[in-house]
């Protein structure tokens, strides 16, 4: 499983774009990049999965490099809704148990 | 609403009481997981099914009894727990159980252990 490392906390204001970076050194061949958001007090909710380059969909983007050994959350436009943990997983298609981590607490205030 | 249900959303039990959390998945999913998530902790996977088959159990203590009588049902049995053990339990669905798969989570139960 490989391991990733991200920011522990982020400030930003609303309506602006919020990049969190998430590092995976040890990342394998067969590996997706995928991001999870949890608002408190309720489970968490997929927002993108990635394996190269970029990837967008109604929510966020997510980039990519091509050694692919980190990747950006990209969120545009941020809303007060938007404050939540932001979680970064490696994950493959064999069976595998997500690991959650400690996550990226996005605020966004006024 | 994500497709996956739990109940009750609230509970309240003494150590020496018996209750049971129910998670149901209108996915036609054929993974189901219980997680639980302590204040200021992340998530800890408890257990996992495949096709009504337990495939992992994270060293989870024996008082935590789970069942899966088919694909769309999951309980969790919860008998002389600790306090301890008050937390947001969270059960999920994903299509099969591959980690690249999206999960589905329900809204949780949020129990508390007098």
């Known amino acids: 499983l490989a391991k990733t490392t991200q920011p522990i906390s982020m400030d930003s204001y609303e309506g602006q774009e919020v990049n969190i970076t998430c590092s995976h050194n040890?990342?394998?061949?067969?590996?997706?990049i995928t991001w999870y958001q949890q608002f408190p007090s309720q489970g968490p909710r997929f927002i993108i999965q990635?394996?190269?380059t970029k990837v967008t969909n109604e929510v966020a983007s997510l980039f990519i490099p091509a050694d692919r050994k980190s990747s950006t959350l990209s969120l545009p436009r941020v809303s007060l809704s938007d404050t939540a943990v932001y979680y970064c997983?490696?994950?493959?298609?064999?069976?595998?148990?997500?690991?959650f981590g400690t996550g990226t607490r996005l605020l966004v205030s006024p | 609403e994500t497709g996956v249900t739990q109940t009750p959303r609230h509970l309240v039990m003494g150590m020496t009481n018996k209750k049971s959390l129910k998670c149901e998945q209108h996915?036609?999913?054929?993974?189901m997981y219980w997680y639980k998530q302590s204040a200021k902790k992340p998530l800890e996977l408890m257990f996992v099914?495949?096709?009504?088959?337990?495939?992992e159990n994270n060293s989870v203590p024996s008082r935590f009894s789970p069942e899966c009588p088919n694909s769309s049902h999951l309980f969790l049995h919860l008998h002389t727990l600790q306090p301890e053990d008050s937390a947001l339990y969270l059960c999920?669905?994903?299509?099969?159980?591959?980690?690249?798969?999206?999960?589905?989570f329900g809204p949780g139960t949020r129990l508390t252990v007098l």
């Open positions: 997983l490696v994950l493959n298609t064999g069976f595998q148990k997500l690991v």
């Open positions: 099914y495949s096709l009504e088959e337990r495939v």
């Open positions: 040890n990342i394998a061949t067969n590996d997706y």
């Open positions: 999920a669905s994903s299509q099969e159980v591959r980690g690249s798969d999206e999960q589905f």
């Open positions: 990635g394996y190269k």
């Open positions: 996915l036609g999913h054929n993974a």
